[in-house]
């Protein structure tokens, strides 16, 4: 079997992906701010932001229980032991993914900062690149045509 097979990562890319995205978005927040819009539409992107955090919260619980339910690992360096398409998995195939960057639009938002977009989409692109598809692989290599059936059904991102 190969190592994709066994299992997508050595590495858990997206928390640690995500903790430096965060670290360097405020970071330079600090030291190079980026102008921001102000009140009204400041004080609707805040209220905003913090609607997107407990969004992001109820989603990621939801994907967490639907792993559980399936009795399959949430662990990126960890075999997959069942394709989970319920949930969270209906709509996107990477909600915990989706969630992570989403969580950095809110933060952006909530501490009115320019560099969490530019950070969020850069990390998402990295986590798509060294998680995302090597997950693919591993999930067709493990599910063969049920996993491409369901790549057609459901949007990678949202």
Do not use: C
């Not at 992906?17 to 978005?25: E, K, M, R, S």
């Amino acid at each position: 079997m190969s190592d994709s097979a066994e299992a997508p990562s050595r590495i858990p890319w997206p928390p640690i992906l995500y903790l430096i995205a965060v670290a360097v978005g405020a970071a330079l927040s600090y030291a190079v701010p980026l102008p921001w819009l102000g009140p009204p539409l400041s004080d609707l992107l805040f209220a905003v932001g913090w609607l997107l955090v407990a969004a992001t919260i109820l989603m990621d619980i939801a994907a967490i229980r639907a792993l559980r339910r399936a009795n399959t690992t949430i662990n990126p360096t960890k075999v997959a032991d069942h394709l989970v398409t319920g949930g969270p998995y209906a709509f996107s195939r990477n909600p915990l993914y989706l969630g992570n960057t989403a969580l950095m639009f809110a933060i952006g938002m909530i501490a009115g900062a320019l560099w969490f977009f530019v950070f969020g989409i850069l990390a998402a692109y990295v986590t798509q690149k060294l998680a995302i598809e090597p997950e693919e692989r591993h999930l067709a290599l493990r599910f063969g045509k049920r996993y491409r059936d369901y790549q057609k059904k459901v949007r990678r991102w949202f």
